[in-house]
């Protein structure tokens, strides 16, 4: 590699380290002998060392498969625990970066099986570990809700794109004592990056996985057989403006997009948060308990437009915002801060409800109870955060005061806070 590479490789490194995202020495190591540029050809070095997620493939507008960012990347392989001659699943091959670096970490006497739907990424991601040498990744098409039950079981299992449920192959093919690392969805806000560890012995009680550690984090959602019952609308001609809902709209695209461009009205809070806290505080909060949630995204030329109460603004090579609320028949309630304001992760401000559609003040009162109900909780967020997966019936055992019992297709799913919340 020339100096300029190397220079920029390792710059990354540092800024990872700096952030407090890559801790440990055999990780840091594979970052160092795995260049992400043989994995991104076509893309200039600058974007490919700077710590941003580079999307790789679109459809209908919206972004399917990407290079995620080395920052989550350096999370989540520290969060997987690898030793040497372990055997990994790894379920979204993207360019095939993520592999290369778990291959390192395994060394020549592991193995590595990455499963992706796409024949095209398949075929990419097997030419970009070939051009860089790597021998122990082998890269397979197919639906990675399945696992891939030929190669296992597996030591570890990963997933590079965020699941809904836990399908029961990943817990199958799984050894007792290894563990799942997911990014896990809650909602329609944020995700968190969850290791999950699987009991040496089986438990009386149904229970399948427990959390090692939570941190919060966001990715493109697993499409196929598996995919959540999330559904994603685009609003108006141009792409870049995004209703995220639990379920079918109460009201059609158009509807909404109309009661967007024709004025919103402000009902303010007395809540002063943080960015950090609002996405990965209030929206898990909404996300447990709010089945009428929603999420609004603008990016592409809406960005600037003003058409979203921006409460998460978005910066980079592709400049965003995001908020998240309610949805309903009589409108929509969205969360928001003052326009103008730094997008600094740890200075608080006003939260406000931002509020459109013929008859919203309902949404606004119950997105206000949310709020006031999170506060008075203590305001918690992933930190001090348990996740327990039983089988779907659920433990046999009562739930601690104050436990979320989450029901899902394959899994019941039990998040307290046995800890301090903040």
Known sequence: MSVEVVAQQLALIETLKASGALTQPAVAAAFRAVPRHRF????PLAEVYSDEAIPTK??????????SQPAIMAIMLEQLAVAPGQRILEIGAGTGFNAALLAYLVGPHGRVLSVDLDADIVAGARANLAAAGIANVEVICADGGHGYAPASPYDRVILTVSAWDIAPAWYEQLVPGGRLVL??????????????DKPARASPDRLRLVSRSVRCCGFMRLRGAFAGPHVELSLGLEPGLTLSLAGDPPVSTETILTWLEGGRQLVESSLAVSTRDAWGGLGWWLGLRAPDQCALTAGETWAGRGIVPCLLPIAGRRPACLTIGLAGAGGLALLSRQPGLPADEAAPFAVRVEVCGPNPMPLAEALLAHLAGWQAAGRPGTHGLRLRVYAPDGPVSPLEPGAIRVQKRWTCQVVDWPGPPA
């Open 58 to 67: 679109f459809s209908a507008g919206h972004a399917i498969s990407s290079s």
């Open 40 to 43: 991104l050809p076509e893309v």
């Open 183 to 196: 990014p896990l969805e809650f909602g329609l806000g944020p995700q968190a990056s969850v290791a999950l």
